[in-house]
C-alpha cells in the first residue's frame, strides 16, 4: 500500500529510472468497503503514476470510484455497465506522450454475481486511438460463505501477476496464471488474533490438487439448476483424498456441505481438509480395498433412478441392505462405512461405482458415487443425470 506522497514520488522517480512493468492493486479500499487510504489520495495516484502502470487490478469500490460509476451489486445482466467502466480506467493507463499501441489491462475483481458465483472481469486494451481494439474475459469461481473478512487478496492476486510476469509470462497468460494460483490458494487462511484471515500460502501443491479437482466438480454441478435434484434430505457433499489418505485430516471436503439456493447447487462454506466425516470414511474404507479410488460424492436415492442407471449406462451399482448390518456393526462408531464397503467388495469382488442403499430407521436412503479423479466424476454424473432428466 502506498501510504502518502512522499511514498508515491519515490515509486514514480524509481519506476521511470529503471524502466519497471507496474502492476498496480490501488488498495484504497477494502473489499469490505473500508477506506484504507486517506480521502482525495487516489486523485495524487492517479496523476502521478497511472500512465506508468501495465495492469490494474481494483476491486468493485476501487474501480467504481476510479471510473465515477455506482459498480456495486452489479450481475451479467450489467456487463455492458462493468465493461464501459473497464474501459474508462483502461484508458486512464494511457497519457498524451506515451505510445498509444502498447498492451495493458483492468482486472476488475469480484466484479459481479452470476447464480450466486462471483466473477472478475478482465479487460485487455491493445491501443486507444483510431483503432481502439478491446478483450473481455470473465473468470467465475464459487462464491463461499465463511464468518469474517479475508484479508489481503488483492495484494497476493496482484503479486502473482507480477511473478508470471517476471518468469517471461505474456500479459494475458500471466493474467490466466494468476486467476488459476489465486483460486487454488484461496482454500486456507490463517486466522488473525482480533479478527479476520489471511490466506495460507503454506498448501502443498498436492493438497492444491485435491481442492481443485474437488472445486471443477463442483463448478460443474453449481452451473445447472437439473442437479440440485440429485441433493438429498442430508445435503451434498463431494470429498477427494490425497493419494496415500489414512486418516480423514488427509481427505478434503466442503464444509457445510452443498445445498439449494435459488434452485441451484450452492456450496455452503470452503474446501477445507479434515471438515468432512461420513464422505471422508467412505473414500478411506474404499481406499483400503483399491487405492485408486480418490473422489466420493452422495447422491439422492431414487428407486427409479436406479433402474434407468443400470438399464441405461456402463456404470456398475450394488445395492447394500442396512438390516443386514450386524448389531456390534450399528453400536460400534465409525464402523458403518466400513462394513458397507467390504460387503459390496465381497458381492462384486471389486468396488463398483455406485453404491446404494434403501435407509433404514433414523437413516436416509444415499446414492454414493466413486471415482478416480474429477473428469471421472464428471463423466459419471455427466451419464446419471442424462439418465434421470
Not at 462384486?348 to 430407521?361: E, N
Request: charged share 25%; net charge negative.
Amino acid at each position: 500500500m502506498i501510504p502518502d506522497v512522499k511514498a508515491l514520488d519515490i515509486i514514480v522517480d524509481v519506476v521511470k529510472q529503471h524502466e519497471l512493468i507496474v502492476v498496480l492493486d490501488p488498495v484504497s479500499i477494502s473489499s469490505a468497503g473500508e477506506r484504507l487510504s486517506s480521502e482525495g489520495f487516489e486523485l495524487e495516484i492517479e496523476r502521478s503514476l497511472f500512465s506508468y502502470i501495465k495492469i490494474l487490478t481494483p476491486n468493485i469500490n476501487e474501480a467504481g470510484f476510479y471510473a465515477n460509476r455506482d459498480l456495486l451489486n452489479k450481475t451479467t445482466e450489467n456487463i455492458a455497465e462493468l465493461k464501459e467502466a473497464a474501459i474508462i480506467l483502461v484508458k486512464k493507463l494511457y497519457s498524451d506522450n506515451q505510445t498509444l499501441d502498447a498492451e495493458k489491462a483492468v482486472v476488475i475483481k469480484s466484479a459481479g454475481t452470476k447464480q450466486g458465483e462471483l466473477f472478475d472481469l478482465v479487460c485487455i486494451s491493445k491501443g486507444i486511438g483510431s483503432n481502439e481494439n478491446y478483450e473481455f474475459t470473465i473468470y467465475q469461481k464459487p462464491k463461499l460463505l465463511f464468518n469474517g473478512n479475508v484479508h489481503g487478496t488483492g495484494c497476493v492476486f496482484s503479486s502473482a501477476i507480477t511473478a508470471f510476469l517476471a518468469k517471461g509470462s505474456p500479459l494475458v497468460m500471466a493474467i490466466e496464471k494468476a486467476e488459476s494460483f489465486f483460486d487454488a490458494k484461496f482454500q486456507k487462511f490463517v486466522e488473525l488474533p482480533n479478527k479476520g484471515k489471511v490466506i495460507d500460502l503454506t498448501i502443498s501443491e498436492e493438497r492444491v490438487e485435491v481442492i481443485n479437482q474437488i472445486k471443477e466438480i463442483y463448478n460443474f454441478i453449481s452451473k445447472f439448476k437439473k442437479f440440485s435434484k440429485l441433493i438429498p434430505e442430508v445435503r451434498m457433499n463431494i470429498s477427494g483424498s490425497l493419494p496415500n489418505a489414512t486418516i480423514k485430516e488427509e481427505i478434503a471436503g466442503i464444509e457445510g456441505r452443498i445445498t439449494i439456493i435459488n434452485g441451484y447447487p450452492q456450496a455452503s462454506g470452503e474446501i477445507k481438509f479434515g471438515a468432512t466425516d461420513h464422505t471422508a470414511r467412505l473414500i478411506l474404507s474404499a481406499k483400503e480395498f483399491d487405492n485408486s479410488i480418490n473422489y466420493v460424492i452422495n447422491l439422492k436415492f431414487n428407486p427409479n433412478w436406479i433402474d434407468l442407471i443400470q438399464q441405461n449406462t456402463d456404470l456398475e451399482l450394488q445395492e447394500i441392505i442396512r438390516e443386514d448390518q450386524p448389531e456390534k456393526i450399528k453400536k460400534q462408531e465409525f464402523s458403518t462405512m466400513q462394513w458397507l464397503i467390504k460387503e459390496s467388495i465381497a458381492s462384486k469382488g471389486k468396488l463398483p461405482d455406485i453404491i446404494w442403499d434403501k435407509g433404514a430407521m433414523g437413516k436416509e436412503p444415499i446414492i454414493r458415487l466413486f471415482s478416480k479423479n474429477s473428469k471421472d466424476m464428471i463423466e459419471k454424473l455427466k451419464k446419471i443425470i442424462e439418465i434421470i432428466s
